[in-house]
């Protein structure tokens, strides 16, 4: 900073650059906030899971009935599943609040349309082999490349955001006996109870799926910009300014 | 120019935080006004309780019907947690047939009464073929026969006040705790909210309860208490254990359990 007193186009830069930040301040406060409910849902998730760790499709299920996958866990039985449960709704709701937050504003703000929505070039299939290609190689982004997502990275988002998470909030409720007192469609759609629990377990683990994806990808693309990005909202292309 | 943004920046900050405030106390007095806040509303967890029990009061409050199932939906294999009491006074009532026994219902009613086996019998039969899940994550489907809790409160009369029904069974084998379990009126007059004697087309099983247990259609197991002993209307459920409405909060579990 004492620097970049000195230096006028340091110093403009740096304006521009906060003018408009990488990331948005309502992007950056959500996506935190959805890191800590989604690690409370996480761990909670496996909490409940270790109660029964067997899933089912249909109606019902339970020992002595046949089940689609035996997990290789023990039964635990009282610990777990007790705090687990209050802990994942606890966290769902912080989850559901602060998602609904950061969707409506994305829509508001026309950057879901912007940022996200890939367009009719970013999904001709040479750029998404090219793309593609370059992940495999673990090619590192190039400065114009990371100043916006690739289609890749649109279609990943795009996917957690309205497809991914939708399901689990609606394979959630439809285990909820009041729930669907209430809303008996949300549960027959899926089979049954069981079924909506089994691909509850399913879309979860595709939610942690994407997210070692992508901590990998931040790591790969360089772990300090990007953290400094999501939290400052400074983006750093090329340089790094600290 | 920045002096005038920051001030009103803090302006607007100050009325933010002053109606957040506010706005919370007032949503407070009315949950609280209108039953929405549960028993275990304190603690880490409260805040996801009481708004995970006030979002589907709103939502259930026209007592909406859990699904209901054909005959053929009936499970072949209904699982159970653990074994029937070893009480001693339920061991000889078992032996009698349950002919002596008698569910005691007391509290904030007109008239305190008891009821034998037969007296429930007698009284209007229902039956509901629903889902029933486990918190542990298992479930099973079954006819369920009995008569309407309602039915039994009706004529009992129960006092305007009353906000819990709270259950007790003759302990089934969880010591140390002293089992009980409460629910409010709104699944208290549930017409799927059962006093249940038989199960499948017979006799409540041993193990899933006889002679009666309660039904709660539309929360999980847990909250369907099994042999019941006696049955008590309060007002508040401070006074009772450790006032969080149930030996299942007591232990970690989730006083509602609509999920």
Redesign the interface.
């Known amino acids: 900073m004492a620097e970049s007193a000195y230096l006028p186009g340091v110093t403009i830069q740096d304006a521009n650059v906060l003018d408009s930040p990488r990331h948005s301040t309502l992007v950056r406060v959500t996506h935190w906030i959805h890191t800590l409910s989604f690690f409370g849902l996480a761990v909670s998730g496996i909490g409940i899971l270790l109660a029964h760790p067997r899933l089912y499709w249909g109606e019902t299920g339970g020992v002595g009935t046949p089940s689609v996958l035996d997990l290789p866990l023990p039964f635990m039985l009282g610990g777990p599943s007790s705090w687990g449960r209050s802990l994942h709704f606890l966290s769902a709701w912080v989850c559901i609040l602060n998602g609904l937050l950061y969707a409506l504003s994305g829509l508001f703000t026309q950057h879901f349309r912007r940022n996200l929505l890939p367009g009719k070039a970013d999904l001709a299939t040479g750029n998404i082999t090219r793309v593609l290609a370059n992940h495999l190689r673990l090619k590192r982004p190039s400065d114009a490349e990371s100043n916006s997502y690739n289609v890749l990275q649109r279609l990943a988002y795009l996917t957690v955001v309205f497809v991914l998470f939708p399901l689990m909030i609606i394979t959630g409720l439809a285990m909820s006996p009041a729930i669907t007192s209430v809303f008996p469609a949300i549960v027959i759609i899926f089979g049954g109870q069981q079924s909506a629990r089994t691909i509850h377990f399913f879309v979860a683990n595709f939610l942690v799926l994407f997210l070692i994806v992508h901590v990998a990808m931040v790591c790969l693309a360089g772990f300090k910009n990007r953290m400094r990005a999501m939290i400052t909202g400074q983006a750093t292309a090329g340089k790094d300014l600290s | 120019m920045s002096d005038k943004l920051s001030r009103r920046k803090l302006i607007t900050t100050g009325l933010a935080t002053a109606a957040g405030v506010s706005g919370l106390g007032v949503a407070a007095v009315l949950a609280d006004r209108y039953n929405l806040i549960p028993p275990d509303h304190g603690g880490?967890?409260g805040?996801?309780?009481t708004?995970?029990y006030a979002a589907?009061r709103i939502?259930?409050s026209h007592h909406?019907?859990?699904?209901e199932?054909n005959r053929s939906?009936i499970?072949?294999?209904a699982?159970v947690n653990g074994p029937p009491p070893e009480n001693e006074t339920y061991q000889r009532l078992k032996a009698g047939g349950f002919v002596d026994w008698r569910l005691t219902v007391d509290g904030a009613v007109a008239r305190p009464s008891s009821f034998s086996l037969a007296d429930l019998k007698r009284f209007p039969t229902s039956t509901q073929i629903t889902?029933q899940?486990?918190?542990?994550?298992?479930?099973?489907?079954a006819e369920w026969t009995g008569v309407r809790l309602s039915y039994v409160l009706n004529l009992v009369g129960v006092h305007p006040r009353a906000k819990y029904a709270v259950f007790f069974p003759y302990e089934n084998g969880q010591p140390p705790v002293a089992w009980w379990e409460s629910i409010d009126m709104p699944d208290a007059w549930h017409p799927q909210t059962f006093l249940a004697y038989g199960m499948n087309g017979q006799d409540l099983p041993g193990p899933h309860g006889a002679p009666v247990r309660l039904k709660v259609?539309?929360?999980?197991g847990y909250k369907s208490v099994k042999y019941l002993t006696r049955m008590t209307i309060v007002d508040s459920v401070k006074n009772i254990g450790k006032g969080l409405g149930g030996s299942n909060p007591e232990?970690?579990?989730?006083w509602y359990a609509?999920?």
């Open positions: 880490v967890f805040a996801g309780e708004l995970t589907q939502l259930t909406s019907l859990a699904r199932f939906d499970s072949k294999v699982p889902h899940a486990c918190e542990e994550g298992w479930s099973f489907i259609a539309r929360q999980l232990i970690g579990y989730s609509g999920i």
